[in-house]
């Protein structure tokens, strides 16, 4: 199966966009800070699962998906962290 095929990953991949499109409307002021953090953070999810699955072993492919898991949540701290400093709206993403 290929990776773009993966229902983990067009739901990672939705939320880059989504994410993208949030913090197009962040203060001017956050466009190398949280806004940067933000994206990356997200990105970093369905990057990691398409890096994985290239590998050749499970084990390879289990530890980038746990980079992936790890990428979520720092994503949803910034999006926590956003939320409480008013640059998002709860219902945003």
């Excluded at 067009?10 to 949280?34: C, D, M, N």
């Excluded at 369905?46 to 998906?65: C, W």
Aim: with cysteine; proline share 2%.
């Amino acid at each position: 199966m290929h990776w773009s095929e993966l229902e983990v990953w067009k739901l990672a991949h939705g939320l880059v966009l989504e994410v993208y499109q949030a913090t197009a409307a962040f203060p001017r002021s956050e466009s190398y800070g949280i806004a940067d953090q933000l994206r990356r953070a997200s990105y970093s999810v369905p990057a990691n699962i398409v890096e994985g699955q290239s590998r050749n072993t499970t084990k390879d492919y289990m530890q980038f998906l746990y980079n992936a898991r790890g990428s979520i949540e720092e994503t949803r701290y910034f999006l926590l962290l956003s939320r409480d400093l008013c640059y998002l709206k709860t219902r945003t993403i």
